[in-house]
């Protein structure tokens, strides 16, 4: 932990450069303000984000010490002309760069984080918007519906992405001005920009699924998200169960498409269009409806057997209601599905072998 006496030497070092006589005096200042007090600061600051890479250290190292410069040249200049320097605690404002410059590095290291912040950034501008976007008193971004009051702090996010989830089947597909005002009305405060996006991010950008198999009863799709690793194989998986699922007869292919779900939070449509195996007109084109039809219907996913019925058509009769009529043309779909993937042929095969 750094001491108040080092503040306090910071702040009288640049004091005397920002008042020193000649350029040649304010230079021998500068550089024993940045070798004795702020690049150690800025090493001492960054060890406290682990996550950070030794070369990310090193960029962000490297581009605070040129903003610094900058600014220090700046203020001398403005206080040579009359002007009271802005900075009342060196250390504090030199803290506050560094917190910055790494958000602005992780938002052009990963592209997913920095549309997240510029959409924050127009949706705060549209005055028809409850939402704020504002600077605390260290000048760190913060977001906050306009019913909050202006003082941000941190929130699980883990636990707030988890609620987001089990709220909102569909959260894959929620802009982000959706998004937000969810997220800033479960955490109930104004929070920080960078806690807002990560958030986000995650919530429309980590589903994890494990390798598609087709059990005895499929009801759903089985995934283990905790044991999932991405890769080449699943993608393969999931374009061949597709390209059979479409040519299915249409009322079977219906049946089962609608009312697919994903083990926990999302049905296989969604599935389908997330990892990007059809697109959102291959899907509408595989239901027999237009796309603006799709949008409307993509909020009931999965559907039950009575609303797929009511899709298609179909009534009940003396033998059978119309529920019933839709199970068995999921269960004759499931089975013809299975077979020509050749799901069970696995086992059938052994059975056969051990003369069972």
Request: net charge negative; hydrophobic share 40%.
């Amino acid at each position: 932990m750094r001491d108040g006496s080092d503040n306090s030497k910071i702040d009288e070092l640049l004091a005397s450069y920002l008042e020193a006589a000649d350029e040649a005096c304010a230079q021998g200042q500068l550089d024993t303000l940045f070798e004795k007090y702020i690049d150690p600061q800025i090493i001492f600051e960054l060890k406290a984000y682990s996550t950070l890479s030794i070369e990310d250290k090193e960029e962000i190292c490297s581009k605070a010490h040129l903003r610094l410069v900058t600014k220090f040249r700046k203020l001398r200049t403005t206080t040579t002309n009359g002007e009271t320097a802005p900075i009342e605690n060196t250390a504090a404002y030199i803290k506050t760069v560094i917190k910055n410059l790494r958000i602005d590095h992780l938002l052009a290291k990963h592209p997913e984080w920095r549309h997240a912040a510029n959409r924050l950034k127009h949706l705060a501008s549209d005055s028809d918007r409850d939402l704020e976007i504002f600077y605390d008193v260290e000048g760190v971004c913060c977001v906050r519906l306009m019913s909050f009051d202006a003082i941000p702090s941190s929130f699980d996010i883990s636990e707030t992405v988890r609620k987001v989830r089990e709220t909102n089947p569909r959260h894959l597909f929620l802009k982000i001005q959706e998004l937000t005002p969810i997220v800033l009305n479960i955490v109930g405060h104004a929070v920080y920009r960078n806690d807002l996006v990560r958030s986000i991010v995650e919530i429309t950008g980590s589903m994890r699924f494990e390798e598609v198999e087709l059990p005895e009863e499929i009801d759903h799709l089985m995934f283990d998200r905790d044991k999932f690793v991405e890769s080449d194989r699943q993608q393969v998986k999931l374009r061949l169960i597709w390209s059979e699922l479409i040519k299915l007869p249409p009322n079977q292919r219906k049946a089962l498409l609608l009312s697919l779900r994903e083990t926990r939070d999302t049905e296989a449509i969604t599935l389908v269009l997330k990892r990007r195996i059809a697109s959102i007109a291959e899907v509408a084109d595989a239901l027999e409806i237009g796309i603006e039809e799709f949008s409307e219907m993509f909020q009931r996913l999965p559907m039950s057997s009575s609303e797929i019925a009511e899709l298609l058509g179909i009534e009940g009769s003396e033998h059978s209601t119309k529920e019933q009529k839709v199970d068995n043309l999921r269960s004759v779909a499931r089975q013809l599905l299975k077979k020509r993937l050749g799901f069970g042929q696995k086992q059938t095969r052994e059975k056969k072998k051990d003369g069972r």
